[in-house]
């Protein structure tokens, strides 16, 4: 694929491309948003150094490739701006380091989602891109058979008995993000909607797969889950403040590198709606409990 109005630098290879000869901060033409959009699918995540985007900057950016949600279903947004997720990690004490895809929680999980380093420490704090389609790709003919059939219900919930010796802080956090509890349906396998690829689409939400026991479905996901981190599907990317990464939610998992202690690390995530989720045999994915409708602001209820 060729492109005309920005430089595209693949990164690893199979994930993940730098973008260079874009200022974020002006009103880009419809060409280049294409093209940027064009690059989102083909690599998954694509990164920009040196951008000078303040958060209406990157309000902006991202309300071109579609309608901007709030900036969590469950957690507080940065004051005076609704649609910007504040990740400072140093008041903020969950870490992202787990492997998942954002927001699966809801039947209509975003399509991505546009990072912005505000504080970065010296050295650790990388995050960890997977692509998903490959790791499918990858599964061997018989596990994919399988994996194609499955559906797992995804939650916001968290499971209290495995969680008995977190600190207080993280309590409280947990207290907030599942202060309405979400659950949702959706295919283990899904179609891409705008590159028609196949992906597993699980990550750190899901909860069962529908119709095996507990213990059944734990052994199943961990061996998909393992195609996804395999070091092959990923990129690290490390860090440097006024970087922008723009990830696809549709196509890869995340991880946030959580080895810089109790050093300052702040990033914040503007957040893009997307569609519900369509299996290989045409069906779509279904809330069990709660919808996006608060979290899209303009949904109109299908
Ligand atoms: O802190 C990061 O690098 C990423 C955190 C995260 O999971 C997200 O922004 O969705
Ligand atoms: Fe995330």
Do not use: C
Request: proline letters at 6%; charged letters at 25%; a negative charge.
């Amino acid at each position: 694929m060729s492109y005309q109005n920005i430089e595209v630098k693949p990164i690893a290879g199979r994930i993940g491309a730098k973008i260079k000869g874009v200022n974020l901060a002006e009103n880009l033409s419809d060409e280049i948003i294409s093209e940027i959009r064009k690059a989102l699918v083909q690599y998954k995540v694509i990164f920009f150094r040196n951008q000078e985007l303040d958060a209406d900057g990157q309000v902006n950016f991202a309300r071109r490739f579609g309608e901007i949600t709030t900036a969590h279903p469950t957690v507080p947004s940065l004051p005076g701006h609704p649609e910007v997720l504040d990740l400072d990690y140093s008041r903020t004490v969950a870490r992202a380091n787990n492997w998942h895809t954002d927001v699966t929680f809801v039947d209509r999980p975003p399509l991505g989602s546009v990072l912005r380093a505000l504080v970065i420490p010296p050295a650790g704090g990388d995050t960890i891109w997977a692509n998903s389609v490959t790791a499918y790709q990858d599964l061997p003919e018989h596990l994919r058979n399988l994996a194609d059939k499955l559906w797992a219900v995804h939650s916001n919930a968290y499971d209290y008995a495995t969680a008995f010796d977190i600190p207080e802080e993280v309590k409280s956090y947990r207290d907030v993000f599942t202060s309405t509890v979400y659950e949702t349906l959706h295919p283990v396998v899904r179609i891409h909607p705008e590159s028609g690829e196949k992906g597993l689409f699980i990550g750190g939400f899901v909860r069962q797969i529908r119709g095996l026991s507990p213990t059944e479905s734990a052994d199943i996901l961990r061996l998909l889950q393992s195609y996804i981190t395999r070091p092959e599907n990923t990129v690290r990317w490390r860090w440097q403040v006024g970087d922008v990464a723009f990830w696809d939610n549709r196509a890869t998992q995340h991880y946030a590198v959580a080895d810089y202690g109790d050093q300052p690390r702040r990033v914040q995530r503007v957040t893009i709606a997307g569609d519900l989720p369509l299996s290989i045999d045409g069906k779509y994915s279904q809330a069990i409990k709660g919808d996006s409708s608060a979290y899209i602001p303009n949904l109109v209820a299908a």
